[in-house]
């Protein structure tokens, strides 16, 4: 799992961040700053004990779809399957079970 690189979804929330701290740097030089709520900027408010935390992604844990994929068909799903890969356009990867050419390309 440690050499699976971070997803898009990943990348825009650490973007959102960064924005979000920009946004507060550049108004560094003023005497009373009002800053935005960090909500929507790649934070998250916790409920529980009033502190934020950040978004890492939206998708779900990668461990957690693996095993649904599992569940699905007893192995996880192969690109060129019409049930999963040719109508969502999954491209194979090394966690495909099948032995295709995209990943004799590699």
Not at 21 to 33: K, L, P, Y
Request: aromatic share 8%; net charge neutral.
């Amino acid at each position: 799992m440690e050499k699976i690189p971070p997803t898009q979804e990943a990348l825009l929330q650490h973007t959102l961040r960064a924005v979000y701290q920009a946004g507060i740097w550049g108004t560094s030089d003023q005497c009373e700053q009002k800053p935005p709520t960090p909500e929507g900027f790649g934070w998250t408010l916790e409920s529980a004990t009033k502190t934020w935390r950040p978004v890492w992604s939206n998708l779900p844990v990668a461990s957690q779809a693996r095993s649904e994929w599992s569940s699905v068909a007893g192995k996880a799903p192969r690109a060129e399957d019409d049930a999963h890969g040719k109508k969502a356009q999954w491209k194979c990867t090394e966690l495909c079970s099948c032995q295709c050419e995209s990943l004799a390309e590699k």
